[in-house]
């Protein structure tokens, strides 16, 4: 039975650029129109209109900053698409018309 033992070695000069690329997926694209989640929770359609979206990787986790005209950095969790906004306000027009109301009936039939 034959054997082979093979030695040496291999030296490599020089340098070279490596570029990574990952598909990152978000849910606002840069161009869109979408509403203020804070301002919507209080009756208010604040519209951003998304200049660039950024992503970074902290961890192996990657996450999506969106930069509107202004500027100003959001979250996903901080925009809403308009049906979700408009939805969210009017929640909110119904917790205070239920609260107005109550008071009126508090007021206008006092309990001895």
């Known amino acids: 039975m034959a054997s082979h033992t093979m030695s040496g070695s291999v030296s490599v000069k020089g340098c070279f650029k490596s570029r990574r690329t990952s598909k990152v997926s978000f849910k606002f694209a840069a161009g869109a129109v979408v509403y203020r989640a804070d301002k919507a929770a209080v009756g208010v359609l ?9 992503t970074t990787t902290t961890y192996g986790f990657t996450s999506s ?4 005209v202004n500027n100003a950095l959001y979250t996903e969790n901080d925009l809403l698409e308009h049906d979700d906004a408009r939805a ?25």
């Open 46 to 54: 604040e519209a951003v209109s998304i200049k660039t979206v950024l």
């Open 65 to 68: 900053l969106y930069k509107d």
């Open 88 to 112: 969210l306000a009017n929640e909110y027009y119904i917790r205070l018309k239920a609260a107005a109301q109550a008071q009126i009936d508090r007021l206008s039939c006092p309990t001895p």
